[in-house]
């Protein structure tokens, strides 16, 4: 790799240097924290994707150490190669805080904001951007689209209301599977995902377009409603998979598995396997081992302190630490009020209860006794 | 009469055939430049012509045809885009109609310069009876040796294929047009690589608008200076203009870029003054995407100076007081069109045609309708104009393709201009079902800074 070109390129003020043909999002991932673009379109396993949902436009204040031209318009970070000596703006930029808000809002005036009720919340990457762009209220004020939902074969429903069409799991089929049976039909704000016609995707590998989302629009039909995300434990474990890796992470609550997914990055995205692939998994894995004794358990996953995830109260025996700071005190002091309100409201929730200590799945009632543990 | 480089024989009866075509001098300059011209002479020439792409940017063809990457052995190929589907736009359906060995004869000496085999018209599914008649022409161009495998025994092959489009309005922006062509859905790339590097199955392609086609013709025949003296500074040649709304003579007319905008819609040679002798009150001068201009900034600039049908003309004083040539759709509204109503009317197709691939037109130009459908039925607030504004504002410039601005700027030059009539249709809600803001200010003379 030495023999490599490397650029250098500055985002917001902070230089690094990559090998040529880096994408600029992709070098502010490398910086990191909050230097790093949003992204809700574009998917670093999937071939082609990005460029959409425009969550990711930059500004280009110097085009490269040749050309030090600005580009004219705000581009997108995840589809635009860095040259040597770009500077790039991203929130040291008025022009970009703007336009991303803008594209929040233009994401959210269509999606039914049903967060209470929906499989993704807590991990959704649209909750996410909301909260750090996107302003408390709406200038929307017509009926939203709305769509039927719809079982795309036995395991994966489509609740077409919350797609925001960023075509990741078009992609995840186009690439992972023999034939693609679902795509975008129509045009414009009625486009919708679907299969023609009211056809089941029937795959081995389908199952990771519910992974690949980055709204509840396709969820686990497994898991559906049976539980809040961040009132499990995400544990890393793996099993010996004759089509797939194995390498899973598994979301218990007690010893039930209540559903399996990929291993995720901090970017939300499929984490390599150990021979450097990107770790997809079967539906096998994903839908039908759903019992503890199916896993070799490697331990906890380590989840974002910012997550609403790391809330899940286990601390102890597992080897992991009850975080001491408030949800607010890790967020400079802001709560994020829906999920908060769930999370404060609900009856389950209560701080005494550790679900790593409970013998076998926690029920309503080890909740409502409020006496197991202290 | 002004000069009539494409349209000269348009009226010759049976033109459409090839016998009648031959006769009247067709084809003489695609002999020409296939058996006397080298492929460099040819692109020097259409760059010394200073052609402009017609189909609404205005980008030099010159310049476009010399970026077309020629590496080793992989066929390049020339599209032609016949997916005339702006509002108000319908000169390349006249020439396809009309003339289409013309365009045929442009296709063959540019084909021959650009190195394409395999040549494509994509044309819209809407002209289906023109796509007859290009297919009935080629057939017969075929026949009498202009195409086929080595033309003139010149060793050069071409075949020149008809696409039928599906009618989205979207797939005449060249990305979405080669990804239509591909078999694909009609959704625009993203840019860079561009179409010139890697277009049509990801080798190099060019895409060209019909009159810029058609064009090459006489700009080979009367070589590229001669051309460029007609017209006026970087607007050369003619220019063909598909004029309607309420004028005396509809149609399309091909004028040579001198002649000032008040002489096109007045003079009886072209528009004829406006029908049933009412005022101007309106005009959108180059097809539905570009900035609406009032009367009194129509046919004078900001600086008081009389304005012109070329492309510097049209765009002077930029887009706050200024428009743009575009693709030479000229669309004119008399003091009884309501504003509102034509914005309203504009935003609903771009919705429509908002192919839903990235948000900000997905979403913004449903929304901008909405709002505008609102004010129309006169249930609008007076914070609404500044939220269209604000709307577009985020729109522009923030999109994968030029769709999402074509959907803005007319929304943009409407409220810029006419943001009384609006502020009039929010305040009398009751009256404005019933009547119309009618001419007021609109033709009065601009105060002009000394």
Same mark, same amino acid.
């Given at each position: 790799?030495?023999?490599q070109?490397?650029?250098?390129?500055?985002?917001?003020?902070?230089?690094?240097?990559?090998?040529a043909?880096?994408?600029?999002?992709?070098?502010?991932?490398?910086?990191?924290?909050?230097?790093?673009?949003p992204?809700?379109?574009?998917?670093?396993?999937?071939?082609?994707?990005?460029?959409?949902?425009?969550?990711?436009?930059?500004?280009?204040?110097?085009?490269?150490?040749?050309?030090?031209?600005?580009?004219?318009?705000?581009?997108?970070?995840?589809?635009?190669?860095?040259? $040597?000596?770009?500077?790039?703006?991203n929130?040291?930029?008025?022009?970009?805080?703007?336009?991303?808000?803008?594209?929040?809002?233009?994401?959210?005036l269509?999606?039914?904001? $049903?967060?209470?009720?929906?499989?993704?919340?807590?991990?959704?990457?649209?909750?996410?951007l909301?909260?750090?762009?996107?302003?408390?209220?709406?200038?929307?004020?017509?009926?939203?689209?709305?769509?039927?939902?719809h079982?795309?074969?036995?395991?994966?429903?489509?609740?077409?209301?919350?797609?925001?069409?960023?075509?990741?799991?078009?992609?995840?089929?186009?690439?992972?599977?023999?034939?693609?049976?679902?795509?975008?039909?129509?045009?414009?704000?009625?486009?919708?995902?679907?299969?023609?016609?009211?056809?089941?995707?029937?795959?081995?590998?389908?199952?990771?377009?519910?992974?690949?989302?980055?709204?509840?629009?396709?969820?686990?039909?497994?898991?559906?409603?049976?539980?809040?995300?961040?009132?499990?434990?995400?544990m890393?474990?793996?099993?010996?998979?004759?089509?797939?890796?194995?390498?899973?992470?598994?979301?218990?609550?007690?010893?039930?598995?209540?559903?399996?997914?990929?291993?995720?990055?901090?970017?939300?995205?499929?984490?390599?396997?150990?021979?450097?692939?990107?770790?997809?998994?079967?539906?096998?894995?994903?839908?039908?081992?759903?019992?503890?004794?199916?896993?070799?358990?490697?331990?906890?996953?380590?989840?974002?302190?910012?997550?609403?995830?790391?809330?899940?109260?286990?601390?102890?025996?597992?080897?992991?630490?009850?975080?001491?700071?408030?949800?607010?005190?890790?967020?400079?002091?802001?709560?994020?009020?829906?999920?908060?309100?769930?999370?404060?409201?609900s009856?389950?929730?209560?701080?005494?209860?550790?679900?790593?200590?409970?013998?076998?799945?926690?029920?309503?009632?080890?909740?409502n006794?409020?006496?197991?543990?202290? | 009469?002004?000069?009539?480089?494409?349209?000269?024989? #348009?009226?010759?009866?049976?033109?459409?055939?090839?016998d009648?075509?031959?006769?009247?001098?067709?084809?003489?300059?695609?002999?020409?430049?296939?058996?006397?011209?080298?492929?460099?002479?040819?692109?020097?020439?259409?760059?010394?012509?200073?052609?402009?792409?017609?189909?609404?940017?205005?980008?030099?063809?010159?310049?476009?045809?010399s970026?077309? #990457?020629?590496?080793?052995?992989?066929?390049?190929?020339?599209?032609?885009?016949?997916?005339e589907?702006?509002?108000?736009?319908?000169?390349?359906?006249?020439?396809?109609?009309?003339?289409?060995?013309?365009l045929?004869?442009?296709?063959?000496?540019?084909?021959? +310069?650009?190195?394409?085999?395999?040549?494509?018209?994509?044309?819209?599914?809407?002209?289906?009876?023109?796509?007859?008649?290009l297919?009935?022409?080629?057939?017969?161009?075929?026949?009498?040796?202009?195409?086929?495998?080595?033309?003139?025994?010149?060793?050069?092959?071409?075949?020149?294929?008809?696409?039928r489009?599906?009618?989205?309005?979207?797939?005449?922006?060249?990305?979405?047009?080669?990804?239509?062509?591909?078999?694909?859905?009609?959704?625009?790339?993203?840019k860079?690589?561009?179409?010139? @590097?890697?277009?049509?199955?990801?080798?190099?392609?060019?895409?060209n608008?019909?009159?810029t086609?058609?064009?090459?013709?006489?700009?080979?025949?009367?070589?590229?200076?001669?051309?460029?003296?007609?017209?006026?500074?970087?607007?050369?040649?003619? !220019?063909?203009?598909s004029?309607?709304?309420?004028?005396?003579?509809?149609?399309?007319?091909e004028?040579?870029?001198?002649?000032?905008?008040?002489?096109?819609i007045?003079?009886?040679?072209?528009?004829?003054?406006?029908?049933?002798?009412? !005022?101007?009150?309106?005009?959108?001068?180059?097809?539905?995407?570009?900035?609406?201009?009032?009367?009194?900034?129509?046919? !004078?600039?900001?600086?008081?100076?009389?304005?012109?049908?070329?492309?510097?003309?049209?765009?002077?004083?930029g887009?706050?007081?200024?428009?743009?040539?575009?693709?030479?759709?000229?669309?004119?509204?008399?003091?009884?069109?309501? @504003?509102?109503?034509?914005?309203?009317?504009?935003?609903?197709?771009?919705?429509h045609?908002?192919?839903g691939?990235?948000?900000?037109?997905?979403?913004?130009?449903?929304?901008?309708? !909405?709002i505008?459908?609102?004010?129309?039925?006169?249930?609008?607030?007076?914070?609404?104009?500044?939220?269209?504004?604000?709307?577009?504002?985020?729109?522009?410039?923030?999109?994968?393709?030029?769709?999402?601005?074509? +959907?803005?700027?007319?929304?943009?030059?409407?409220?810029?201009?006419?943001?009384?009539?609006?502020?009039?249709?929010?305040?009398?809600?009751?009256?404005?079902?019933?009547?119309?803001?009618g001419?007021?200010?609109?033709?009065?003379?601009?105060?002009?800074?000394?």
């Amino acid at each position: 790799m030495s023999e490599q070109t490397l650029f250098k390129v500055t985002v917001d003020n902070i230089t690094i240097e990559v090998p040529a043909g880096t994408t600029i999002l992709q070098a502010a991932r490398q910086i990191g924290g909050a230097v790093a673009p949003p992204a809700m379109c574009y998917y670093s396993k999937l071939e082609g994707s990005g460029g959409k949902c425009r969550t990711c436009l930059v500004e280009v204040s110097k085009g490269s150490e040749k050309d030090p031209r600005p580009m004219p318009k705000l581009v997108a970070s995840c589809r635009t190669t860095v040259m $040597d000596g770009m500077e790039v703006k991203n929130i040291t930029s008025e022009k970009v805080i703007d336009a991303r808000a803008a594209v929040v809002e233009f994401l959210l005036l269509n999606h039914p904001l $049903d967060c209470p009720i929906c499989d993704q919340a807590g991990e959704c990457h649209l909750q996410d951007l909301s909260f750090e762009h996107g302003k408390a209220g709406t200038r929307y004020e017509f009926q939203r689209r709305t769509f039927k939902k719809h079982d795309l074969g036995k395991h994966i429903q489509l609740h077409m209301t919350r797609c925001i069409l960023c075509y990741r799991c078009v992609f995840t089929a186009d690439q992972l599977t023999n034939k693609r049976e679902h795509g975008i039909l129509d045009r414009g704000d009625h486009a919708e995902i679907a299969t023609h016609i009211e056809k089941s995707l029937d795959n081995e590998f389908i199952g990771n377009v519910i992974d690949v989302c980055p709204v509840g629009a396709l969820t686990d039909k497994t898991f559906r409603f049976k539980n809040r995300v961040w009132f499990l434990k995400p544990m890393d474990a793996h099993r010996n998979c004759p089509t797939c890796s194995g390498r899973v992470t598994l979301w218990n609550r007690g010893d039930e598995v209540f559903r399996v997914t990929a291993r995720k990055d901090e970017w939300g995205e499929i984490e390599d396997t150990l021979e450097g692939k990107p770790g997809w998994i079967c539906n096998t894995c994903r839908f039908e081992k759903k019992n503890t004794n199916d896993w070799i358990i490697e331990g906890p996953r380590a989840i974002s302190r910012q997550s609403v995830i790391a809330q899940g109260h286990y601390a102890g025996n597992i080897g992991t630490t009850l975080p001491t700071e408030t949800f607010k005190a890790v967020n400079d002091g802001r709560a994020p009020h829906l999920l908060m309100d769930i999370h404060n409201e609900s009856e389950v929730n209560l701080p005494s209860v550790r679900l790593s200590e409970t013998d076998g799945p926690s029920h309503g009632n080890t909740f409502n006794n409020n006496s197991t543990n202290a | 009469m002004g000069v009539k480089l494409l349209l000269e024989k #348009a009226n010759v009866p049976g033109i459409r055939t090839y016998d009648v075509y031959r006769r009247e001098g067709g084809y003489a300059t695609a002999e020409k430049a296939l058996k006397e011209m080298s492929i460099e002479a040819i692109v020097e020439e259409v760059k010394k012509s200073g052609l402009r792409g017609r189909g609404g940017a205005g980008f030099p063809a010159g310049m476009k045809w010399s970026f077309i #990457a020629k590496p080793e052995g992989v066929p390049r190929h020339l599209v032609c885009n016949a997916d005339e589907s702006e509002p108000g736009t319908f000169k390349d359906r006249y020439l396809m109609e009309f003339l289409p060995h013309l365009l045929i004869e442009g296709l063959l000496i540019s084909s021959y +310069a650009l190195g394409s085999n395999d040549t494509y018209i994509y044309i819209r599914g809407e002209y289906a009876w023109v796509a007859d008649i290009l297919e009935e022409a080629i057939v017969e161009a075929t026949k009498n040796g202009w195409l086929g495998k080595n033309i003139l025994g010149n060793g050069f092959d071409c075949m020149v294929h008809v696409h039928r489009g599906a009618g989205a309005y979207i797939c005449g922006e060249e990305t979405a047009l080669i990804e239509s062509l591909e078999g694909k859905r009609g959704n625009p790339r993203i840019k860079p690589p561009f179409p010139a @590097i890697q277009g049509l199955w990801m080798r190099p392609t060019v895409v060209n608008n019909v009159e810029t086609l058609a064009a090459v013709v006489p700009i080979i025949k009367m070589g590229g200076e001669e051309y460029a003296k007609i017209g006026v500074g970087r607007s050369t040649g003619t !220019k063909l203009i598909s004029a309607c709304g309420n004028i005396n003579k509809p149609g399309v007319y091909e004028i040579d870029m001198t002649i000032s905008v008040e002489d096109f819609i007045y003079s009886d040679e072209y528009c004829g003054g406006i029908a049933g002798g009412k !005022k101007l009150k309106a005009c959108i001068p180059g097809g539905s995407s570009v900035p609406i201009l009032p009367a009194n900034l129509l046919l !004078k600039t900001a600086k008081g100076e009389t304005r012109y049908m070329n492309y510097e003309s049209l765009s002077d004083g930029g887009f706050a007081t200024g428009s743009m040539m575009g693709s030479g759709g000229f669309i004119v509204l008399d003091e009884d069109q309501c @504003i509102v109503k034509n914005t309203l009317t504009l935003a609903r197709f771009y919705r429509h045609e908002s192919c839903g691939q990235c948000s900000p037109c997905r979403e913004g130009t449903g929304w901008m309708e !909405k709002i505008l459908q609102k004010i129309e039925l006169g249930k609008g607030e007076s914070s609404d104009i500044d939220l269209l504004w604000d709307i577009q504002r985020k729109i522009e410039g923030n999109t994968i393709c030029p769709l999402g601005d074509a +959907a803005a700027w007319p929304v943009a030059a409407a409220i810029r201009h006419f943001r009384d009539e609006f502020e009039w249709h929010i305040n009398n809600r009751e009256l404005s079902q019933t009547s119309n803001f009618g001419l007021q200010h609109y033709a009065d003379p601009i105060h002009v800074p000394a």
